[in-house]
């Protein structure tokens, strides 16, 4: 099992920036790549970035792609997504997964089917 915490969601204004954290526990060693998806109201949940948890191969949606930067600190068993130019379209619950699974291609990383764990999520609120 691995468990998954959340952190540093809240309000920012539009071209703000924020960090959110993502803290795995329980068997680490068993997790293949991390992800960070998020759900708007009314909305399915969307793809953001995927970091493969040893090769560190980084993967990111079109629409944060030069914004949004996902990273990982070993020591800690934290993964980070830093979100800078935030706009009111990123408004959203954002959840980060932990992958135990294999792949062939690290874009397979875009699916939700793919992760095992969830955490339970946390609120960005971008103001205009």
């Known amino acids: 099992q691995v468990q998954l915490v959340e952190s540093g969601g809240g309000l920012v204004q539009t071209e703000g920036s924020l960090r959110l954290s993502c803290a795995a526990s329980g068997r680490t060693s068993s997790i293949s790549a991390m992800g960070w998806f998020r759900q708007a109201p009314g909305k399915e949940r969307e793809f953001v970035a995927a970091?493969?948890?040893?090769?560190?191969?980084?993967l990111y949606a079109d629409l944060v792609k030069g914004r949004f930067t996902i990273s990982r600190d070993n020591a800690k068993n934290t993964v980070y997504l830093q979100m800078s130019s935030l706009k009111p379209e990123d408004t959203a619950v954002y959840y980060c997964?932990?992958?135990?699974?294999?792949?062939?291609?690290?874009?397979?990383?875009?699916?939700?089917?793919?992760?095992?764990?969830w955490g339970q999520g946390t609120q960005v609120t971008v103001s205009s």
């Open positions: 997964a932990a992958s135990t699974r294999g792949y062939y291609t690290f874009s397979i990383h875009r699916k939700p089917e793919q992760y095992d764990y």
């Open positions: 970091l493969g948890w040893r090769t560190r191969t980084t």
